[in-house]
């Protein structure tokens, strides 16, 4: 009988999301959430913010009904799935005084959170109807003394007058009203000058002027004379707003509630919030805020901002909520709902499995750990190809698709990477390093080689004094079943009985390793590796140093050697650098670059003449374009400087000016790389929008997000090498020499303003192109 492979009904478009990323928007309809214990215990907390923060408001100086609640976890683990689930539940469960923020945390400070991210979703009318209801209760607490007026009085605190229309009718003084406001939202937000000019914004005439200032400008002139003289551009002054809004809502019966997505992009190691201390106290402030008002603040996030929190802040967090993971129930709960929203009702066929069945479900869970992102991806690609194959889908097809979908590098980028970061460190290594085994005659081959069980191989051996002491590193691809398993677990046991003295062996995983096998993978190493490009160096790096420094101190006894071999390390760093900085030169040279050169030429000549355009260039959407073009001008910019400081080294009045750092010339060598980075980016951008060069692509098939994510991991590379004391050293020569006057910035703002431009621009781009009416 032979197989037919035209799909069938049952493979009717795939039900399950390609990105397996949450987002948040208000025009997502109510989305399939699995009950595991983690979102209950996330929504009993809700569900006590709501009940407690509903018995009455909050007044000044009251102990506050707020909440604190931390979604904590690694990539993948549901952070932003609950986060958002919280979020749907708290506005389809709330009141109308209920008012709710979605913020995902840029790579910056968090001035940048308040700016860019916060206030923007503030809505003008809606705190003008909050600061209305201040003033209301002020103008109600001055009539409430009269039995002539006692009627207006309860109708203002009822909400069904307007106070700026009782004190016109009533002909009472307005401006001694909005002093007492004035004074009122001062003690109230904790700020005289915000109480200030939020009780100026109910003036027509000021109402410009206010939002501005609040939305971080420099105060106007007219604030100014009335004591509104500071601007919002600190951490401290953003978190005081925050807060103030938070107040602004809490204290006047109204819930105030805060997502803020991936922040340990605010607060981790290495941000430059988390590296100055107010900012950390002001952070720890504003928790207090929530705490004390009518208000939720959502915090999710991986574990690194948990890190950064005194102990103090750490306990004015109501609720630390780690999402667990997703059993064979729970998916089964998953595959059923999407199926049956693709194919209809439950019920109908949609309630089936097919083409997934209880075996193949129980698997796929335990090949993802019970990782939520992990199983997404598992169902979408293991659909598809069961679509394309016709079939059902088998757990041979699961380990296949594994390996596709989670092995994003080749095996020898992965040991190119390791051996970069071996160089930068200045350690020593050798590469496929066999240990003599005792018994061998010297021909050490025969035992074995890379791979096979037992055999005593390392990929990477790092000595560590003479007496045979030191670090391998194992490398391996995806491992999915219990032969891949037992085979490294073997490698390692073996690695570590036949190296002599003190040692550690590490595991370096390219791809997959199953939830159901990591116990017995693990178990032999010192540590285990997933390879991710955007973290695995900086990660990897730490993890070594800090494995050879306990190695080192094992040799205590032996002072001198030890200094011998910092010494080296030292040497070998420096000459990695000088190697780095001629690899950066050879390529911008390279014959395939300038071959890529002659070929987009070639394009764009045959573009222009066979076509008619008029220019040489591909064409892009105005905005992507646009967007485009503001990066290239900034990158451009920073070159000039470059260039500029290069040509005064050999003018007259310099000849006796110092050499260049290696931190300064490493930093212009990684912005010229980023530059034509960027440029190859935006090629291969138009290349999607350009019917000449691919005709056969239909425009609503174009997908540019691998272009997306290629551009945002070569660039995420280049931010962690940029040294920023050297970009502020370029920025200070551009304004003595001329090319930077033209950002109109202060110093302090140019390093981080063109990380920021050129970390944005991959999602910036998506978005667009999304959004872009074909």
């Known amino acids: 009988m032979t197989r037919e492979h035209t799909p069938t009904p049952a493979f009717r478009g795939n039900p399950f999301p390609v990105s397996a990323v949450a987002r948040h928007s208000p025009s997502d309809g109510p989305d399939f959430s699995i009950a595991t214990p983690a979102v209950r215990q996330a929504l009993d907390h ?13 007044a000044p100086g009251s102990g506050g009904s707020g909440h604190v609640v931390a979604v904590v976890g690694e990539y993948g683990t ?19 005084a209920t008012h709710t923020l979605y913020v995902d945390a840029p790579s910056d400070t968090f001035q940048a959170l308040y700016k860019d991210r916060f206030f923007p979703k503030l809505d003008k009318d809606d705190v003008r109807r909050r600061v209305t209801e201040y003033y209301a209760d002020v103008v109600a607490e001055e009539l409430a003394d009269s039995p002539l007026t006692a009627d207006a009085a309860r109708m203002l605190k ?25 004074a009122r939202l001062g003690h109230i937000t904790e700020h005289s000058d915000f109480g200030t000019a939020l009780a100026l914004f109910l003036r027509p005439e000021f109402e410009a002027a206010v939002w501005e200032w609040l939305a971080g400008h420099p105060a106007d002139p007219v604030l100014k004379e009335r004591g509104v003289v500071r601007t919002i551009d600190t951490d401290i002054s953003a978190l005081e707003a925050i807060g103030v809004f938070a107040f602004l809502y809490g204290r006047q019966g109204h819930r105030f509630v805060l997502a803020v997505d991936e922040f340990e992009k605010v607060l981790s190691r290495g941000t430059r919030s988390a590296q100055h201390e107010g900012s950390v106290l002001a952070f720890k402030k504003l928790l207090e805020v929530f705490a004390q008002t009518r208000s939720l603040l959502i915090l999710s996030g991986l574990p690194d901002f948990m ?4 102990g103090d802040a750490r306990q004015r967090i109501s609720c630390v909520v780690r999402p ?54 598992l169902c979408y690609h293991a659909y598809q190809t069961a679509a394309a194959a016709g079939t059902d889908i088998t757990r041979a097809m699961l380990r296949e698709v594994a390996r596709d979908q989670f092995e994003a590098s080749s095996p020898q980028d992965v040991r190119a990477e390791i051996v970069r970061v071996l160089d930068s460190g200045g350690w020593a290594f050798a590469q496929d390093h066999q240990f003599e085994t005792a018994g061998e005659s010297g021909d050490a081959g025969e035992s074995g080689g890379p791979g096979e069980p037992g ?15 030191g670090l391998g590193i194992v490398l391996s691809q995806s491992i999915l079943n219990d032969e891949e398993a037992l085979r490294v677990a073997a490698q390692g046991e073996a690695a570590s009985a036949a190296a002599n003295g003190p040692s550690f062996v590490v595991l370096v995983v390219n791809g997959y390793l199953a939830g159901n096998l990591s116990e017995v993978v693990t178990e032999p190493f010192e540590r285990v590796f997933g390879y991710a490009p955007r973290r695995f160096p900086d990660d990897f790096s730490a993890a070594i140093k800090g494995l050879m420094q306990r190695l080192e101190a094992t040799f205590n006894d032996d002072r001198i050697a030890l200094i011998e071999s910092r010494m080296s390390q030292l040497m070998r760093q420096t000459t990695g650098v000088r190697s780095s ?28 003449v066979g ?23 900034e990158l451009r910019t920073w070159r000039e400087i470059g260039e500029t400081m290069i040509d005064s080294a050999f003018e007259d009045d310099h000849r006796h000016s110092p050499l260049f750092p290696p931190s300064l010339v490493r930093t212009m060598g990684l912005l010229h790389v980023q530059e034509r980075t960027l440029t190859a980016f935006r090629d291969a951008v138009a290349r999607t929008f350009d019917p000449v060069l691919d005709k056969r692509r239909e425009s609503h098939d174009r997908d540019i997000a691998p272009l997306c994510h290629r551009y945002d991991r070569l660039t995420e590379d280049t931010l962690e090498a940029l040294d920023h004391e050297a970009l502020d050293m370029l920025h200070a020569s551009g304004v003595r020499s001329g090319p930077a006057r033209r950002w109109h910035r202060r110093e302090a703002d140019a390093a981080f303003s063109l990380v920021r431009l050129l970390r944005d621009l991959g999602r910036d781009v998506y978005e667009l192109s999304e959004n872009y009416r074909y």
């Not at 549901?78 to 109308?96: M, N, Q």
């Not at 709902?337 to 335990?366: K, M, N, Q, T």
């Not at 055999?455 to 002491?469: H, K, S």
């Not at 220019?615 to 290239?632: N, T």
């Open 455 to 469: 055999a005593a191989v390392v990929d990477f051996w790092l000595p560590v004094g003479g007496e045979g002491a």
């Open 611 to 633: 076509e008619g355009e008029p220019s040489g260039e591909v064409p892009l959407p105005p905005a992507i374009l646009l967007r485009f073009q503001q990066v290239m001008t």
């Open 307 to 310: 890190e950064i929190l005194p």
């Open 324 to 377: 667990t993971a997703l059993s064979a129930e729970d998916t089964r709960g998953y595959i059923r709902h999407a199926l049956g929203r693709r194919d209809g009702p439950p019920g109908g066929h949609g309630a089936d499995l097919g083409p997934f069945s209880e075996e193949v479900i129980a698997y796929l869970v335990e090949l993802a750990g019970g990782n939520a992102r992990k199983v997404i991806r």
């Open 78 to 96: 549901g952070k932003t799935h609950l986060t958002v689930e919280l979020l749907r539940w708290i506005e389809g469960h709330g009141e109308d």
């Open 46 to 58: 809700v569900r006590s913010f709501l009940r407690t923060s509903g018995e009455q408001p909050d």
């Open 581 to 608: 900085l001629d690899e950066i030169g050879n390529r911008l040279t390279s014959p395939a670059l300038l071959e890529r050169a002659v070929t987009r030429g070639v394009r764009r000549a045959f573009v222009a």
């Open 158 to 182: 009822d909400r069904r007058l307007h106070p700026q229309e009782v004190v016109r009718r009533l002909g009472l003084s307005e401006s001694a009203f909005l002093q007492s406001l004035q």
